[in-house]
T-cell receptor, first 111, second 116 residues
Framework: DADVTQTPRNRITKTGKRIMLECSQT?????MYWYRQDPGLGLRLIYYSFDVKDINKGEISDGYSVSRQAQAKFSLSLESAIPNQTALYFC??????????FGEGSRLTVL | AQSVTQLGSHVSVSEGALVLLRCNYS??????LFWYVQYPNQGLQLLLK??????LVKGINGFEAEFKKSETSFHLTKPSAHMSDAAEYFC??????????????FGTGTRLTIIP
């Protein structure tokens, strides 16, 4: 089983729908991150959390929210999805600064 | 603010040839630098990191990178390319001196193609 698991792996939805992407980890790390990957833009940080009570905005948090339900779970929500949120989303964890362990990604398409 | 610039979004090399992927950084404080690799349909994985100990850093799968402060560069090299090296490579920078606020900033990536 993967150390960092993302669900769903693929999702197609319509504009205006609420979407939740879930991430769970078995590595026991306190730090968790959500990144978005777009072709030609690399990865951009959406939100990050250094422990259960700590949530921080990244560089592109507008239109997104997160919940850290437990040390092992960190979910990303799009309250009202729009087409330019179509992207590949990655969850990552770490216990050593800079050394991230990534999930396999959740591909989201907003029509 | 910190940033990295990867020169060349696509690089093609022949199998057995030298691999050179370029990364230049911008940082107002001593940087910590990383290379990550993303194989098709997978997440990223750490290839190697520089955290001020040694300027020549060796990573997995025969890759290495050299930190050159005078050139603000951290280029990734491998002496002999293998077909399995085909992937996308990302350079990243972090201000780890800002303890408690460590975040990685990624470059835009370089897709490496290996020609048989």
């Amino acid at each position: 089983d993967a150390d960092v698991t993302q669900t769903p792996r693929n999702r197609i939805t319509k504009t205006g729908k609420r979407i939740m992407l879930e991430c769970s980890q078995t590595k026991g790390h306190d730090r968790m991150y959500w990144y978005r990957q777009d072709p030609g833009l690399g990865l951009r940080l959406i939100y990050y959390s250094f422990d259960v009570k700590d949530i921080n905005k990244g560089e592109i948090s507008d239109g997104y929210s997160v919940s850290r339900q437990a040390q092992a779970k960190f979910s990303l929500s799009l309250e009202s999805a729009i087409p330019n949120q179509t992207a590949l989303y990655f969850c990552a964890t770490s216990d050593v600064p800079g050394e991230l362990f990534f999930g396999e990604g959740s591909r989201l398409t907003v029509l | 603010a910190q940033s990295v610039t990867q020169l060349g979004s696509h690089v093609s090399v022949s199998e057995g040839a030298l691999v050179l992927l370029r990364c230049n950084y911008s940082s107002s404080v001593p940087p910590y630098l990383f290379w990550y690799v993303q194989y098709p349909n997978q997440g990223l994985q750490l290839l190697l990191k520089y955290t001020s100990a040694a300027t020549l850093v060796k990573g997995i799968n025969g890759f290495e990178a050299e930190f050159k402060k005078s050139e603000t560069s951290f280029h990734l090299t491998k002496p002999s390319a293998h077909m399995s090296d085909a992937a996308e490579y990302f350079c990243a920078v972090s201000d780890l001196s800002n303890f408690g606020n460590e975040k990685l900033t990624f470059g835009t990536g370089t897709r490496l193609t290996i020609i048989p």
